[in-house]
């Protein structure tokens, strides 16, 4: 293996891509670009420049350009969106199928599809004869699998002759399109993605697991021309009638320029006999017998080799320069960073060893749709990337100002992300450990990180925060009212100066809406005026602050759902602390993010409504429920999650927080109880007058909001408060 030593004197560049699948499931092509919104969006790109990435991985999709007839080409969207990357200095690399399986005349078993995608390439090359880079087909062995093997995408085929039909005819098509392309730009190069991952398995699986391990190099090796006799799969192939096909591939190799390198979490897998340790989901057959097939992080011990793994089997291989071409994670966003870092760390300390890694690629710029169920169900399961589109706009997150200040060569401002991310915590085994012969792992050492401070350490809310912390791998530190009084200055600033925490969530408060009435001035000091003097300490110190409102700011007079910014005109004492609070906070003009909610509801915390209708339900009781005051029930959890997410963010200024959904409590009540298999006739809708309520509920009103759509359906969040109840 010969290097460059030049090469490494190159810094490690920064590239950059939106998840644009375009696959088919049945009749219905689903398009990722359209979901998250960039196909109106040309902003997006100028978005995408100012995190200083130097190329980008970009759509051009036969699907796109010629739907309907091979000879129609519509270029005006890509024309548009090309010129203006050029014009940011920014480097495409072009996708011409991104698991996709062609246009309406074609799919991956075709005998022309490789032609047809040739022609496509030949007519873009044409038209941007400028682009250099290219990825004719995205992740070949993915795509077979998931198209020709197990039937999720189209054509629908489940058997292991469509599988390799499929895989060679995505391998013809990317040789044949980068003849074409080369014919008007001979300094094209081929950047060629495949997910790699490793199997481990159980002693008896061990077979299925070494062919699994051959075949995940099926992609590139055949590109390379390597697949001839005396390969592992050549006997195989040659025994489904594919020796032909396959002498014709070697005799014409079309070797990466870059292997592009893909690798998540789940890439790496465990084969497991022992069928009865895991979830039917996890269960399947395979030649071997029957098996669970689950995430390796998950059981094996020590964890995997994972990333760093992953690049070094490639480039022991191949000896060609890799660039990591999607790195991504759906989780938090502190886990989302502490991943990134990671892949972003691997990288420069590989390229240490004389590793030729060119790249990192932060994927799913825009985040991604549906990929929980494998794009298979339209469900609206929306995951954040670099920048959240959820409310229709590119919102950045903290993932965004994390990867641009790594690519600019500096080091992240965030102690969280120095933190071990869940995959290095012992958490991450979620069955029972399996340990194998593999070199023992290294503990991470855990630094020092400044706290979250969380107020009000015995309510549902800063009992949620705490949970959602210690899960999160977020340092915390609960503080009651004995620690600190929010009608005590002098017990605000010392609390603060004694923790020094790096934000501070107010979840404290008071929340008697009907002893409010006939309390005003309590309320008043502890909503309002405490709020407020934490406000100053904490703007005196330059801490953030997140602190919570209600939707009882309103008078419910509204047909349409409250937005952020619409006048408030509380009808109770509670409301109006909760208004005059919101108005003065905001007017400070310091680090505050102000959540305005509703109706709390959690199966982990005895005193909210959910969890008394269930109670009564069990006993047989009835249930008294207001029938004419419509809100948004907000499912803890899920506000918890967004509520931590927008802090790391940076967020500030009002957000409206509340599962996607309008209902009155007595309908929310009967959900209630379908959900949890009750009959839901012990429910008695009564009008607000008869509820004995000492404070007047606003008659409508439901919270939406102009920021953000990441909390989920209502009728989600109560079905998975059912699993839990």
């Not at 309390?519 to 300490?537: I, K, Q, T």
């Not at 969890?611 to 918890?640: F, I, M, W």
């Amino acid at each position: 293996m010969i290097l460059n030593s030049d090469l490494f004197l190159c810094p490690l560049k920064l590239w950059g891509g939106h998840e644009c699948s375009l696959n088919r499931v049945q009749d219905y092509f689903a398009d990722q670009t359209i979901r998250s919104g960039h196909i109106d969006r040309m902003e997006d790109l100028d978005r995408f420049a100012e995190l200083g990435i130097s190329a980008l991985r970009y759509p051009i999709l036969w699907e796109q350009v010629s739907p309907m007839n091979a000879e129609q080409c519509n270029w005006a969207w890509h024309d548009e969106r090309l010129g203006h990357i050029r014009s940011l200095g920014i480097s495409p690399i072009a996708g011409l199928l991104h698991h996709g399986s062609g246009p309406t005349y074609t799919n991956l078993l075709d005998p022309e599809f490789a032609a047809g995608l040739a022609q496509h390439a030949g007519r873009v090359a044409v038209r941007y004869p400028w682009i250099n880079d290219w990825t004719p087909v995205n992740e070949p062995l993915t795509t077979a699998r998931f198209s020709a093997l197990y039937g999720h995408w189209y054509p629908h085929a489940r058997d292991e002759l469509s599988f390799w039909t499929a895989l060679l005819n995505q391998v013809d098509a990317t040789r044949l399109a980068m003849t074409a392309i080369r014919a008007m730009n001979s300094d094209a190069r081929l950047i060629q993605t495949e997910d790699l991952g490793r199997s481990y398995s159980t002693a008896p699986l061990a077979g299925q697991a070494a062919f699994d391990n051959e075949r995940r190099w099926a992609s590139w090796d055949l590109l390379c021309g390597r697949v001839i006799p005396g390969h592992s799969l050549w006997d195989r192939l040659v025994g489904f009638g594919l020796g032909a096909r396959l002498s014709a591939i070697a005799d014409a190799p079309c070797p990466p320029d870059v292997l592009g390198l893909n690798h998540y979490l789940t890439s790496d897998r465990f084969l497991d006999h022992q069928t009865e340790r895991y979830p039917n989901t996890a269960l399947g057959m395979c030649s071997f017998g029957p098996l669970a097939d689950v995430e390796a992080v998950r059981v094996v011990e020590p964890a995997p080799a994972g990333l760093a793994g992953a690049i070094r089997e490639a480039w022991d291989r191949y000896g060609l320069p890799i660039a990591l071409t999607e790195v991504h994670l759906d989780c938090t966003r502190e886990e989302q960073m502490r991943w990134f870092s990671d892949a972003w760390q691997t990288a420069r300390t590989l390229r240490d060893e004389k590793i030729d890694i060119v790249a990192v690629t932060a994927w799913s710029l825009l985040g991604s749709f549906d990929w929980a169920s494998l794009l298979t169900r339209s469900d609206n399961e929306y995951e954040t990337g670099l920048f959240d589109v959820s409310a229709g706009i590119a919102r950045p997150t903290a993932l965004a100002g994390l990867v641009r200040e790594l690519g600019a060569g500096g080091a992240s401002r965030s102690r969280l992300i120095d933190l071990p991310g869940w995959w290095k915590r012992p958490e991450r085994l979620a069955y029972p450990s399996y340990r194998l012969d593999m070199a023992a792992a290294v503990e991470a050492v855990t630094p020092m990180c400044a706290p979250l401070l969380i107020l009000g350490a015995t309510g549902t809310l800063g009992q949620a925060f705490a949970g959602a912390c210690h899960v999160r791998n977020i340092p915390y530190r609960l503080a009651d009212r004995a620690a600190l009084s929010l009608n005590d200055m002098v017990s605000i600033e010392k609390t603060l100066d004694k923790i020094r925490p790096w934000a501070v969530v107010n979840c404290a408060g008071w929340v008697r809406v009907d002893e409010a009435e006939a309390h005003p001035d309590a309320c008043m000091a502890v909503n309002r005026d405490g709020s407020l003097r934490l406000a100053h300490a904490c703007a005196a110190r330059e801490i953030p602050l997140t602190i919570f409102s209600s939707d009882l700011v309103f008078d419910g007079l509204s047909s349409d759902a409250y937005i952020e910014g619409r006048p408030v005109a509380p009808l109770s004492v509670y409301g109006r602390s909760k208004a005059e609070a919101d108005t003065a906070l905001l007017a400070l003009g310091a680090d505050i993010l102000v959540i305005r909610t509703a109706s709390f509801f959690s199966p982990f915390d005895r005193h909210n409504f959910a969890s008394h209708v269930l109670a009564s339900l069990r006993a047989g009781q009835n249930v008294r429920a207001a029938e004419d005051c419509v809100t948004s029930p907000t499912y803890v959890p899920d506000l918890v999650r967004t509520v931590l997410d927008l802090m790391i963010d940076g967020e500030t200024g009002l957000w409206h927080l509340a599962n996607q959904g309008a209902v009155s409590w007595a309908g929310f009540a009967i959900k209630l109880a379908k959900a949890l298999k009750f009959s839901d006739a012990t429910i008695l809708p009564l009008p607000q007058a008869e509820m004995g309520w000492a404070a007047p509920r606003p008659a409508f009103a439901p919270l939406a909001s102009k920021k953000c759509g990441l909390m989920p359906e209502l009728d989600e969040a109560i079905r998975r408060f059912a699993s839990f109840a």
